[in-house]
């Protein structure tokens, strides 16, 4: 018997394979989808074995986190879920190829992904591989479903770093609003002010 999951990697350090992404009527399989509201992303996993749902992991991120976090986190749970079952062929199954090609690389930056292919390296059982979303996938189209579902959910959110990318924006807005703020209260250069009240980084 086979376990098949929505999630991804390439690369040799982790062991990528595509296979058919409808798996026969016996089998079982698992799919992660993000989904994105106003109050933030929410991550889904789970698994089916014929019709049946036998596992299923929601989590809420904060608004600051972004999608490949949420895809990443999901990826990780699924492939967590994989190595607590009987040792047997798994393929997860994933629809977004960056968090397949994170996942397959063990210097990744990221830590999720980290953990995610050293977990497949000791795993050898364990494969994950991409499918391409929105072609009718029978599997991906019950997770789309479920994972709308999910985020009517109301839950804390996880907590998770912000990525460094939304650091940035936060202190550079904070730069600029401090240094507006000193250029406003400023005695000297009223005349440039009065020309040039906003400050910028960009040239005149």
Not at 28 to 45: P, V
Not at 106 to 121: E, Q
Not at 156 to 183: C, G, H, N, T
């Amino acid at each position: 018997m086979q376990n098949h999951s929505n999630l991804g990697t390439t690369g040799h350090s982790c062991n990528s394979t595509f296979l058919p992404p409808a798996p026969a009527g016996g089998q079982s399989h698992s799919h992660s989808k993000t989904q994105h509201l106003s109050s933030g992303y929410f991550d889904n996993c789970r698994s089916w074995r014929g019709q049946n749902i036998v596992y299923r992991w929601l989590a809420k991120l904060q608004d600051y986190n972004t999608v490949f976090q949420a895809e990443l986190l999901a990826v990780k749970h699924v492939t967590d879920h994989a190595t607590s079952l009987p040792h047997q062929p798994i393929t997860i199954l994933v629809d977004n190829q960056a968090s397949v090609q994170a996942a397959a690389n063990p210097r990744n930056i990221n830590t999720t992904a980290r953990k995610i292919c050293k977990s497949l390296i000791s795993n050898k059982h364990i494969h994950i591989s991409w499918i391409k979303a929105d072609v009718g996938y029978d599997g991906n189209e019950k997770a789309d479903r479920l994972a709308k579902e999910s985020a009517e959910f109301d839950r804390d959110p996880l907590s998770v770093k912000a990525p460094i990318s939304i650091l940035k924006l936060i202190f550079k807005k904070r730069m600029m609003e401090d240094w507006q703020s000193d250029w406003e209260d400023e005695d000297t250069g009223r005349s440039t002010f009065n020309i040039l009240p906003r400050v910028s980084i960009q040239p005149c």
